[in-house]
């Protein structure tokens, strides 16, 4: 039993909700979402679409299912979907995809990890062929990309990778659920990072502390029917604006993530510094490479500082419930059992 106190860096989905955050949610206007649209519901929704530049927003309970929704609204079963390899669509979705999309998965490889280019997209990118061929009709792309450590696709690579997807006829899905680290990384706003693609999902409950919730967002025509998948997956709520609520309070916060960002820099040096392996964090992923990834767990566990594995790696996520202080002191044990 360590005795230590925790410092959780395992995910930035262990955030707490605060004071604030829980005072919104216990004041929220409320109404039957799945009969009526519940208003608070309705606002954090608008409030998402417009800060994606998108015609309209869907809350979801969790990431995942903004993502399936997407695929099974663009997918027929059998047609392939293109997805870098180690994207989240991919491996920490349960093959939701294939199961119940109807998708067949083809990961993209890649020279640099989570960097597909437009080239990438062009070559997996199956021409006309015989009636049996397979049919390749969406691309998925994720930014920040996880397993590449939280890595940034800015604009101008964007924009290339969709001009790539309309040559050869596929739609575009983004997995955005850390696009707000992506856009305060790049200083700019999340619509930029949205130019073109058909729909996209964005997290709520990791960067941004709330306790739930994710949004899928497109086309108004997309998010009718979005809803009605929504309601088909079990994903429909009551009184939603309580969840909600938090949500809009998350939004305001998005450029609190810049310290997220700064923490993990000063985390991966500190690392360096003790002589791990570890590559300059884009945003809040800290991905350090390690002799043995179970031993060093386990370690770091005795240490009270909790991380997770990661392609290989240890990883480290800064969040809003990790401070500075923090950081230095995870630095500080792991130090006392280095030297």
């Known amino acids: 039993m360590t005795q230590h106190a925790p410092l959780d860096f395992r995910s930035d989905t262990v955030t707490r909700p605060d004071q604030d955050m829980r005072l919104a949610m216990s004041a929220a206007e409320v ?5 009526e649209h519940d208003p608070t519901m309705k606002a954090l929704e608008e409030r998402v679409a417009d800060l994606l530049g998108v015609a309209a927003a869907l809350w979801v309970p969790t990431g995942s ?18 997805a870098t390899r180690g994207a989240h669509v991919l491996d920490n979705e349960l093959g939701s995809a294939a199961w119940l999309a109807g998708g067949m998965p083809h990961p993209l490889d890649t020279a640099t990890p989570g960097r597909p280019t437009a080239d990438d997209v062009r070559a997996a990118t199956t021409g006309d062929g015989p009636y049996y061929s397979l049919r390749t ?5 994720e930014n ?3 397993s590449a450590g939280g890595a940034v696709t800015p604009p101008d690579q964007h924009a290339l990778l969709v001009s790539a997807a309309r040559e050869t006829g596929l739609k575009v899905h983004l997995d955005g659920a850390r696009l ?3 856009a305060v990384a790049l200083g700019v706003p999340p619509a930029a990072l949205t130019v073109g693609v058909d729909t996209v999902q964005v997290c709520l409950s990791k960067g941004l502390g709330a306790p739930v919730g994710s949004v899928v967002a497109g086309t108004t025509e997309f998010v009718r029917e979005a809803r009605r998948i929504r309601k088909m997956l079990g994903g429909g709520v009551r009184q939603g604006g309580v969840l909600a609520a938090a949500g809009l309070v998350g939004l305001s916060r998005i450029d609190d993530l810049a310290v997220d960002h700064a923490n993990a820099k000063a985390l991966a040096k500190g690392l360096a510094d003790l002589g791990w392996q570890v590559a300059e964090p884009e945003t809040n992923i800290v ?13 770091l566990r005795h240490l009270g500082v909790y991380a997770g594995p990661m392609a290989g790696k240890v990883r480290f996520v800064t969040h809003r419930d990790v401070t500075a202080a923090d ?10 059992v280095s030297s």
């Open 31 to 35: 109404a039957d979402d799945v009969l």
């Open 65 to 82: 299912m903004g993502n399936l929704i997407a695929l099974i609204a663009h997918l027929r079963p059998g047609d392939r979907f293109l």
């Open 137 to 141: 009709t969406l691309l998925c792309l």
């Open 144 to 146: 920040t990309h996880n």
């Open 180 to 182: 707000w680290n992506a």
């Open 287 to 299: 991905l350090a490479g390690v002799p043995d990834l179970d031993v060093t767990l386990t370690g």
């Open 327 to 336: 950081v230095t002191e995870a630095l500080r044990r792991i130090q006392s």
